[in-house]
């Protein structure tokens, strides 16, 4: 075997410790731009409990997008307000002023009916009088008239097994994590929403 001479061999070591020393710093810059991607825009969220069946199972992952409008039916994750360091996920049914009720499972919002096609297979499923959602107005719940400026009434799909404003009251725009756009887990049930 033939000897590199000692020119060719120390071009190689400077070769591959320029190259051992880009490859460190384009993983540490990569690390840094994943890191502030979660931290400031997007949020990764895990689903636990059953509280937004069937539109979310438990063990589903999610990415929420943080500092984005928020909009009636819009699916978000929130800072629970009755339980310290804990995340919530639910949809958005009432919005700043609106007054809303719920009467035979139909809600009312602004006086006018609410679709809420996402509850369809649940609310099939029951027995003839018996009611997905409980019957319930913003003043039966002792929350005054309208939803308030910069606030939120939310609720989860599975209406009588979830916490959520009929229960905690509203929820303050600046307690909101991020909308919901992406299950990415389980693969196939992946979607945008």
């Given at each position: ?126 027995p003839t ?22 606030s939120y ?37 992946m979607r945008?929403?």
């Open positions: 075997m033939k000897r590199q001479p000692k020119a060719a061999q120390k071009k190689n070591d400077e070769s591959f410790a320029r190259w051992l020393w880009q490859t460190l710093a384009l993983t540490i810059v990569f690390i840094g731009v994943v890191f502030a991607l979660f931290t400031f825009i997007l949020s990764n969220n895990q689903v636990s409990g059953i509280s937004m069946q069937p539109t979310f199972e438990s063990g589903d992952r999610l990415i929420a997008l943080r500092h984005t409008q928020i909009h009636r039916g819009d699916i978000v994750v929130l800072k629970a307000p009755d339980r310290a360091n804990t995340l919530y996920i639910k949809r958005v049914i009432g919005m700043p002023g609106d007054t809303l009720a719920s009467k035979d499972d139909v809600m009312y919002i602004n006086g006018k009916e609410y679709a809420q096609p996402f509850l369809d297979d649940y609310k099939a499923q029951l009088g018996i009611l997905y959602t409980d019957n319930f107005s913003l003043q039966s719940r002792q929350l005054g008239d309208k939803v308030p400026a910069g009434f939310v609720m989860g799909d599975h209406r009588n097994s979830s916490r959520d404003s009929r229960v905690f009251g509203y929820v303050k725009k600046s307690a909101i994590v991020g909308v919901v756009k992406w299950r990415y887990w389980p693969i196939n049930q945008g929403f």
